[in-house]
């Protein structure tokens, strides 16, 4: 076997901790020739213009992940663009709340071509359009390369990338091709800083407008609306730059079935619905879509894909196809299990690898593979729960015994051999759909017990408030000459008309707002995108609470301040103690901000970068679900960290308490004193 030494180490380590290598699967691929033939057809389709989306639908430990990695080998070297990402419970198709932006800028964040398998390629294909872009205006203009690189033909540079840019975008042009010529002013300016902020712009890590146009001058931010826009603007981009297309790779989809809001659920359906009918309409070139499921996330009624009627009559298995008759051009591709032959031939060449990685000679002959196949095999349980994975893991298991003892009895390790049933880490959440609804309408009658509100009401409250914790406020109210009731959630707008219409105006979709006040009643003046709203008939009482409601939401949403950042991540944050210290640097935060604006900016900066690194990293290891001593460790190390940042935000808050005392103690004395020359007040 010609493999390398970093491709056996990867492929020993990533097997023996339960996941599949990044590099290097050519070599222990068994089994599966139907499965790459049909890739090679199907990428030769692709790179020609077409588009297609591919669902690798099998059991736990069945192979599909193993599959989106052959397939990105397999397209890296057809001279394809690959960016994977896996759905989480954070990262998601479609999201109001972020979530869907997550899925891009995790995607963004992989891209690989064959020189840089491992994913962090765009900055590299960004520099190598750009190039491409400076020989053309070079070209166009009769400039010398080596002078179009100077500042004075920044102009000529500019257009080119804005013109090219028009060509392969559709939607998001502007925006899009400002953050690149602001890469590549921060390029031939040697501005590192603007440089990041532009990669950040591309990469969809800005989560506020406001950030993102004081950086860089752009108007809009890649979000949860528009990220799959920007999907297909970076993939003709790659096309233009000389790449066959882009391969998107989005595994444990399992993520979706397991949505507990049937809502969310459906919408998330929807949106892999319209990737699905791009596709295969004609509307997307060069694109291939693959996403990998388990059998239930494809065919369960109620919350699989096939609970949702459009993508079931789309996805529907050929009823005609068998474990013998097989079809491969169809979208919906059944991984069959290994057979005990091409596990055989997969054990074997897994020797010969670990052989080579640890430079020994393992004393486990092809018979001693035979043994422990019937061993593993014939256990109690290995017909329901044994896969490809736990035989593997057991396998290497078993030779990195042998290797560090020599004399140890491999029949004794054979039959030590136990079949564990599988118990999933993140099994669908029990309570009932119907069950999660009544107790999220209980919650909204109790918040809003001084309101009468219908059944029909508060179901469709129920279904929009999916990631709103509180109703904050009710007011009467009048939208579009219709009397009705505001109400102010965490996260939103929400009109109820005496109609019983329902309208909802997330905050994250407020640009600008203001408010006009008359003899009694005050009128709320919203722009939302590009769309006017007036909101009549608020009483003059509680005009201005309202509104500073709203900008306060709207700060912790868009996270303008570090008092909204902290606010933020305390949401987010489980830790109770963590929890209870971010509220508190909160408040410091606001207090300081308050108090000194030019000093709040200066706190700002001195621990805003810091901080949210930590809390980030803390979020990251809570969501992981991994309780091994080294996170446990990392963890311990992160709290640590934030016990000692908020001793220093509230001796920070103390020191300039401290110093407003002298002062004020010191303007005390002099007027003091004032008093006593004039002879106002009595010598003491």
């Not at 030779?399 to 993140?426: M, Y």
């Not at 006009?516 to 006017?532: C, F, H, I, N, R």
């Not at 016990?643 to 003091?672: C, H, K």
């Amino acid at each position: 076997m010609k493999v390398k030494p970093k491709e056996a180490t990867a492929i020993i380590n990533s097997l023996v901790s339960g996941v599949v290598p990044k590099i290097g699967v050519q070599h222990i691929t068994v089994g599966r020739s139907n499965e790459v033939e049909m890739v090679l057809n199907a990428l030769e389709e692709v790179k020609n213009g077409h588009s297609m989306m591919k669902l690798w639908i099998g059991d736990y430990g069945s192979g599909k992940s193993f599959m989106l990695h052959l397939l990105t080998t397999v397209a890296l070297k057809q001279k394809f663009v690959v960016a994977g990402a896996d759905f989480t419970p954070h990262i998601r198709l479609y999201s109001n709340d972020g979530k869907a932006q997550a899925l891009y800028t995790a995607l963004m964040n992989n891209v690989a071509i064959q020189t840089k398998p491992e994913g962090g390629a765009l900055h590299i294909l960004l520099e190598k359009w750009i190039e491409q872009v400076i020989v053309k205006a070079a070209t166009t203009h009769g400039v010398s390369l080596v002078e179009i690189r100077n500042e004075q033909y920044f102009t000529l540079v500019q257009d080119e990338i804005i013109k090219t840019v028009n060509q392969i975008t559709e939607t998001g042009g502007f925006d899009f091709g400002l953050a690149i010529i602001k890469y590549y002013e921060g390029f031939i300016k040697s501005d590192d800083l603007l440089r990041k902020n532009a990669l950040r712009w591309l990469k969809g890590e800005y989560t506020t407008k406001t950030e993102a146009r004081r950086d860089l001058g752009v108007s809009e931010i890649v979000n949860d609306r528009n990220y799959y826009d920007m999907l297909k603007n970076f993939g003709r981009l790659f096309v233009s730059i000389g790449y066959s297309g882009l391969v998107i790779n989005l595994d444990e989809a399992v993520n979706l079935f397991k949505i507990a809001n049937p809502g969310m659920r459906q919408r998330n359906h929807e949106t892999l619905l319209s990737m699905y009918n791009d596709c295969f309409q004609g509307k997307v070139e060069n694109l291939f879509l693959n996403v990998a499921g388990t059998t239930e996330t494809l065919e369960d009624d109620k919350k699989g894909f096939y609970s949702y009627d459009a993508l079931k009559t789309r996805l529907k298995v050929n009823k005609y196809e068998t474990m013998e008759r097989r079809d491969y051009s169809q979208p919906v591709i059944r991984l069959m299990p290994l057979s005990h032959d091409e596990i055989f031939v997969l054990l074997y060449n897994l020797r010969t690898i670990f052989n080579f990685n640890y430079k020994c000679e393992v004393d486990l002959s092809d018979k001693d593979i035979h043994t422990f196949m019937e061993e593993i095999y014939n256990k109690p349980g290995a017909t329901e729960f044994l896969t490809p994975r736990e035989v593997i893991r057991d396998f290497l298991n078993i030779l990195n015994i042998l290797r560090q003892n020599p004399t140890a009895d491999k029949q004794v390790l054979f039959d030590e051999i136990k079949i564990e049933e599988r118990v999933e880490d993140d099994e669908p959440i029990v309570e009932s759909e119907e069950e999660i609804k009544q107790r999220r309408i209980k919650r909204i009658e109790k918040q809003s017990k001084n309101v009468l509100l219908p059944p029909e009401i508060l179901e469709e409250l129920a279904n929009i408030l999916l990631d709103d914790e509180n109703l904050l406020k009710a007011i009467s109210a009048s939208f579009n000459n219709e009397a009705g009731m505001l109400v102010a959630s965490e996260k939103r707008l929400i009109f109820i008309s005496k109609r019983r219409n329902v309208k909802s105006f997330p905050y994250g979709r407020i640009n600008e707002m203001s408010y006009k006040s008359g003899p009694q009643y005050s009128t709320l003046q919203v722009v939302l995108d590009a769309e006017k709203l007036n909101i009549d008939f608020i009483p003059n009482s509680r005009i201005k609470q309202l509104v500073h409601l709203l900008e306060a939401q709207i700060d912790i949403i868009e996270r303008k301040t570090l008092a909204a950042e902290l606010k933020y991540w305390e949401k987010e944050i489980e830790t109770p103690r963590v929890k209870a210290q971010l509220s508190r640097m909160s408040q410091i935060a606001y207090m300081i901000q308050e108090k000194d604006h030019t000093a709040g900016e200066v706190f700002a900066m001195r621990h805003t970068d810091t901080v949210i690194k930590l809390l980030q990293q803390l979020k990251a290891l809570e969501v992981s679900g991994i309780t091994s001593g080294e996170i446990l460790e990392s963890r311990n190390r992160i709290i640590a960290s934030l016990d000692l940042t908020y001793q220093a935000f509230e001796n920070e808050l103390i020191r300039m308490f401290q110093t407003d005392m002298l002062d004020i103690d010191a303007e005390s004395m002099a007027y003091q004193q004032s008093l006593r020359n004039r002879g106002l007040i009595n010598e003491e």
